[in-house]
């Protein structure tokens, strides 16, 4: 293993509150990149030198070394940066499948997302903006907020408000200027999912893929029925079981080249060697923070 990042899923399939959950004793992490260093005689797709990143969740990325079969790897390029690579895997696939599959966006269509700080939601900033679509990025308030906003900005984000600003009865003559988001992605929950929903064009969709208030989704009855919203879920372990392998190494290199690009960076992050795990986990559950921990092997 070169290098593996500590993902809010992680955490939640250690605590048993996943929807994959693997055999104990088990190795955390389900994202990161790896250098073969040796292979077996029977394999034809791998050679020393090559960087792969799990095929599946559930593989243990937090180690130093491994012995896997060949089917639970998948070959990314080694000309990408190294951070690039151990973040490939989990959340940039679920920002371009969320972006993709639910609604047929066109350039200068817009988008709105909560959580728009995680790992996702960069990379939702990033593709949108790769796509020609513009951005809605709803955030939480803090001291330290217009160093945030510019740093979204720096990333392609067209607006960036926080969840006060969000339930403003201003927020109508927001879509003067820019229509009205046919989709929502929401990563929170509680009270954001409903102020994200109300924000939506009639017939639009909000699609879950988090919840890290830990509070259900409340929609309103009149919304559903005079606006016809649609609520979906996405969880990128269901969208692999439903596709091919090959349809997921076609979604990792239609990433790669955007990364090769410069139109999709790595999440700000912390690299903090594999010994020093528990500060590293302990920093990855605090609120605010803007630095995804990358252990370093």
């Not at 389900?30 to 073969?36: D, F, H, L, P, T």
């Not at 909560?114 to 709803?138: D, E, F, K, M, P």
């Amino acid at each position: 293993m070169l290098a593996a990042p500590i993902n809010p899923s992680d955490i939640n399939m250690i605590q048993g509150n996943y929807g994959l959950l693997p055999e104990l004793p088990a190795v955390g992490g389900n994202e990161g990149v790896a250098q073969v260093v040796a292979v077996g005689s029977s394999v034809t797709g791998l050679k020393p030198g090559d960087w792969v990143i799990p095929a599946n969740a559930g593989l243990g990325t937090w180690r130093t070394e491994a012995v896997f079969s060949e089917e639970a790897l998948i070959q990314v390029p080694s000309d990408i940066p190294l951070q690039s690579a151990a973040t490939l895997g989990v959340n940039p696939c679920t920002a371009y499948r969320m972006l993709m599959d639910f609604e047929q966006l066109q350039p200068g269509d817009s988008v709105i997302q909560n959580a728009s700080n995680s790992g996702v939601g960069q990379a939702v900033i990033q593709i949108a903006t790769a796509l020609g679509l513009r951005t809605i990025n709803v955030v939480r308030d803090r001291p330290d907020i217009q160093k945030l906003s510019d740093r979204l900005k720096s990333l392609g984000a067209e607006h960036v408000i926080t969840e006060e600003e969000l339930r403003r009865p201003e927020m109508k003559n927001f879509f003067k200027d820019m229509p009205q988001p046919r989709l929502a992605l929401n990563c929170v929950g509680g009270k954001s999912s409903t102020e994200l929903l109300r924000q939506l064009a009639r017939g639009g969709t909000m699609v879950t893929y988090g919840g890290m208030a830990k509070q259900p989704v409340v929609a309103s009855v009149s919304l559903l029925i005079f606006k016809d919203l649609k609520l979906r879920g996405f969880w990128l372990s269901q969208w692999k079981k439903d596709h091919s392998p090959d349809q997921f190494k076609e979604l990792i290199l239609t990433l790669c080249d955007l990364i090769r690009r410069g139109q999709l960076t790595a999440p700000a992050c912390s690299q903090v060697p594999l010994q020093d795990y528990q500060s590293a986990l302990e920093a990855s559950m605090k609120p605010f923070i803007s630095s995804k921990q990358i252990l370093t092997m």
